[in-house]
T-cell receptor, first 120, second 113 residues
Framework: GAVVSQHPSWVICKSGTSVKIECRSLDFQATTMFWYRQFPKQSLMLMATSNEGSKATYEQGVEKDKFLINHASLTLSTLTVTSAHPEDSSFYIC????????????????FGPGTRLTVL | AQTVTQSQPEMSVQEAETVTLSCTYDTSESDYYLFWYKQPPSRQMILVIRQEAYKQQNATENRFSVNFQKAAKSFSLKISDSQLGDAAMYFCAGLEYGNKLVFGAGTILRVKS
């Protein structure tokens, strides 16, 4: 299947700082990328959907000024957690949906390996 | 909007035996997809199996098969000849064409040796 990478895989930061997480589609063009948040032993919660070149669409209850999403190219989306606080500590997962090559299969989403964020 | 329900928080199976994970869903659409994802301790989401709603035939992938009952809105996953590597969290998910994936709460599968 198509490959999605995330960087960093884990990050520890101090309260009040900002953290950027990158999500890249390595071998296909991702027209749409999704950002999820997951707490231990819980399901994935969709935070936002981003389409290349346009503003992200945030799910209800997700603060768009706190979780800044940029999808500037067909292979890269970034999630910036601004002024992070301990309650933002979580596992963040991105996925990508493409329309080219092996990714253009039945509307499938391909998931990155996730980023563990710990805010001290 | 679609909803997906997994009512089994945890399941256990003996190695080499068969286990079935349950999932029910609700949607007003006639065209949609259903998925089972596996999330091992590494937390990488892995697609196990996919079912298109318009296909009557149940999907199979090696030891994994589904029982898709469209009228009952049921989509269970059967794992045959269970292996230690099957231990993971399993998520049922639904996708209405062009929309978002909707996940169930997940089922933790433990495999006993």
């Amino acid at each position: 299947g198509a490959v999605v990478s995330q960087h960093p895989s884990w990050v520890i930061c101090k309260s009040g700082t900002s953290v950027k997480i990158e999500c890249r589609s390595l071998d296909f063009q991702a027209t749409t990328m999704f950002w999820y948040r997951q707490f231990p032993k819980q399901s994935l919660m969709l935070m936002a959907t981003s389409n290349e070149g346009s503003k992200a669409t945030y799910e209800q209850g997700v603060e768009k000024d706190k979780f800044l999403i940029n999808h500037a190219s067909l292979t890269l989306s970034t999630l910036t957690v601004t002024s992070a606080h301990p309650e933002d500590s979580s596992f963040y997962i991105c996925s990508a949906r493409g329309t080219s090559g092996r990714a253009a299969v039945l509307d499938e989403q391909f998931f990155g390996p996730g980023t563990r964020l710990t805010v001290l | 909007a679609q909803t997906v329900t997994q009512s089994q928080p945890e399941m256990s199976v003996q190695e080499a035996e068969t286990v079935t994970l349950s999932c029910t869903y609700d949607t007003s659409e006639s065209d949609y997809y259903l998925f089972w994802y596996k999330q091992p301790p590494s937390r990488q989401m892995i697609l196990v199996i996919r079912q298109e709603a318009y296909k009557q035939q149940n999907a199979t992938e090696n030891r994994f098969s589904v029982n898709f009952q469209k009228a009952a809105k049921s989509f269970s996953l059967k794992i045959s000849d269970s292996q230690l590597g099957d231990a993971a969290m399993y998520f049922c998910a639904g996708l209405e064409y062009g929309n978002k994936l909707v996940f169930g709460a997940g089922t933790i599968l433990r495999v006993k040796s």
